[in-house]
């Protein structure tokens, strides 16, 4: 298991039940560890309980003995504490193999900007020029909790402080068709939209959670079941990733990496299934949690 980077074992972000408006940090008491699968519902029934945790940021919270009542539950990172999410392209096998490619022998990286940042629960506005093949990406996010830099595989999970949910919404058109994105495909633009990162609903820390091997990951677009896989099928997994992206460049303490998506997104439905006004879409990862956002066509 990886030494500590953090007091706490999972944290959420929250506006107490109180009718205090303050947003605060907490620790989700849970009568057994797999209820964390379910903190969004038990929040959203106004019955999930956290130790209030103290502390200017999720890095100096530390556990108090005060108990209380989630009002609303928001995502665990704001987006001026992020200071860039590296995302990877294509990486789970089974999906890789099934679409004709060999599996690679590098990740692909683009990113993602700190606006594009949004919490559990928010809508997430999709601006006019994206609404014509909105998509969605579910997958797992490493936070990385120490500046890193040539880190050796080995060594990565030091770095890693834990984990969360996302959804790494996408602008198609924007990514791959000639006339918008240039004769080769374009990740950054199409996929930095504010907001266009929803994460939540809790982070879990790697002290918990490892590597986040073996863990369930599932899609529901308006409760239909689109991608399902198990984090055992990453072709790079997270000590790798780390290894990779930190060659000759600094992951800064609370960037993000976003491990990649599996099969099942609505470009290779058949026929396509892109995302509509007012759809809901919820990543659901094991002994993580469902981080659930509707998408608003401004
Ligand atoms: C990078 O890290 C590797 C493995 O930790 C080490 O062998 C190598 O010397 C490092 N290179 C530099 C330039 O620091
Ligand atoms: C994911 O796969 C691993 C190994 O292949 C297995 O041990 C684990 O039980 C699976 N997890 C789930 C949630 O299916």
């Not at 789970?92 to 606006?115: A, D, N, W």
């Not at 994206?130 to 909790?145: F, K, N, R, S, T």
Request: charged share 20%.
């Amino acid at each position: 298991m990886p030494s500590r980077l953090v007091a706490w074992d999972r944290l959420v972000r929250y506006i107490p039940s109180s009718g205090e408006a303050e947003i605060r940090y907490g620790e989700p008491l849970l009568e057994k560890d797999s209820d964390v699968d379910s903190i969004a519902q038990l929040a959203q029934d106004g019955k999930l309980q956290v130790k209030m945790l103290e502390g200017q940021d999720i890095w100096s919270a530390r556990p108090t003995d005060r108990v209380e009542t989630v009002g609303q539950l928001l995502g665990p990172l704001e987006a001026g504490t992020v200071p860039i999410i590296r995302c990877i392209g294509l990486n789970y096998k089974t999906h890789i193999l099934e679409t004709g490619r060999p599996l690679p022998t590098c990740p692909t990286v683009f990113t993602k900007p700190s606006p594009s940042v949004a919490d559990h629960g928010e809508d997430i506005p999709i601006p006019k020029i994206a609404q014509e093949q909105c998509d969605y990406e579910g997958e797992l996010v490493v936070l990385i909790g120490k500046d890193a830099k040539n880190v050796s595989a080995t060594d990565a999970l030091q770095y890693v402080a834990g984990y969360t949910a996302g959804n790494d919404v996408s602008a198609r058109d924007w990514q791959r068709e000639v006339g918008k994105a240039g004769p080769v495909p374009q990740w950054t633009f199409s996929k930095s939209f504010d907001k266009y990162a929803p994460l939540g609903p809790c982070l879990v820390a790697s002290h918990v959670l490892g590597d986040a091997h073996g863990l369930s990951l599932k899609t529901f677009v308006n409760g239909e079941l689109r991608q399902n896989t198990n984090t055992s099928d990453l072709c790079f997994g997270v000590a790798k990733l780390v290894e990779f992206c930190s060659q000759g460049q600094t992951l800064q303490k609370g960037s993000l990496i976003m491990t990649g998506t599996p099969g099942g997104v609505g470009l290779f439905m058949k026929p396509q299934a892109f995302l509509k006004d007012g759809d809901l879409v919820e990543v659901e990862i094991g002994k993580i949690g469902r981080v659930s956002n509707h998408m608003k066509f401004e």
